[in-house]
């Protein structure tokens, strides 16, 4: 069966950086987008970005966009979501998610999730 786990959230100051990674299994990987999502207590699951199968192509949240960075090693199995200027309101569970072949911002869309990895910025 597939399975995605995430890893890599933590405790870190605002300001400060963190890399999330998510191991994939069970999956043709490279024909899979990947997406990263976060939910924040009393909030709905939103955006944070995504990247194709190739690895070629990355869509960001606006508030993502410039601090946030998507990977992906296919020889791995893995996506990685490097967060650089942390803040505050970043603290959230973020989870990475799998959608067969083209990226998609809407979480219905994806097929697959992770169990999430929290992440907490102090201030």
């Known amino acids: 069966q597939v399975q995605l786990v995430e890893s890599g959230g933590g405790l870190v100051q605002a300001g400060g950086s963190l890399r999330l990674s998510c191991a994939a299994s069970g999956l043709t990987f490279s024909n899979y987008a990947m997406g990263w999502f976060r939910q924040a207590p009393g909030k709905e699951r939103e955006f944070v970005g995504t990247i194709s199968g190739s690895g070629t192509s990355t869509v960001y949240s606006d508030s993502a966009k410039g601090r946030f960075t998507i990977s992906r090693d296919n020889a791995k199995n893995t996506v ?35 169990q999430g990895t929290q992440v907490t910025v102090s201030s």
Do not use: H, I
């Open 80 to 114: 990685y979501l490097q967060m650089n200027s942390l803040k505050p309101e970043d603290t959230a569970v973020y989870y990475c998610a799998a959608k067969f072949l083209a990226v998609a911002r809407q979480s219905n869309e994806y097929d697959y999730w992770g």
